[in-house]
């Protein structure tokens, strides 16, 4: 039912930035939260960013990673300044109907495919 790709990863030194994009199928978009979540080597998948009503952060990247939406264009962005090797993840973004802010991975029905965010020292 819906589709997702995301783009825009890539190597960065620590205090720059970069913008992630993800495209979304479907005519349905306005209707999704989306969210953005990040997993490490080792580590648990975590929530980073939503946007449904209203916007939520995770406490880590709150001030420094901003998430919009663009519903004419059916994609989500996540700005992320000030990066910091500790940011080094796969990126994931992430769908679910309905506009409640959804900061749980397992509540979500739709994934891409990550994206790569390498953040050097």
């Known amino acids: 039912q819906v589709q997702l790709v995301e783009s825009g990863g890539g190597l960065v030194q620590a205090g720059g930035s970069l913008r992630l994009s993800c495209a979304a199928s479907?005519?349905?978009?306005?209707?999704?939260?989306m969210g953005w979540f990040r997993q490490a080597p080792g580590k648990e998948r975590e929530f980073v960013a939503a946007?449904?009503?209203?916007?939520s952060y995770a406490d880590s990247v709150k001030g420094r990673f901003t998430i919009s939406r663009d519903n004419a264009k059916n994609t989500v962005y996540l700005q992320m300044n000030s990066l910091k090797p500790e940011d080094t993840a796969v990126y994931y973004c992430?769908?679910?109907?309905?506009?409640?802010?959804?900061?749980?991975?397992?509540?979500?029905?739709?994934w891409g495919q990550g994206t790569q965010v390498t953040v050097s020292s």
């Open positions: 992430a769908a679910v109907s309905g506009r409640g802010q959804v900061r749980d991975s397992r509540l979500y029905d739709y």
């Open positions: 946007v449904g009503w209203t916007l």
């Open positions: 479907g005519r349905t978009f306005s209707t999704y939260t």
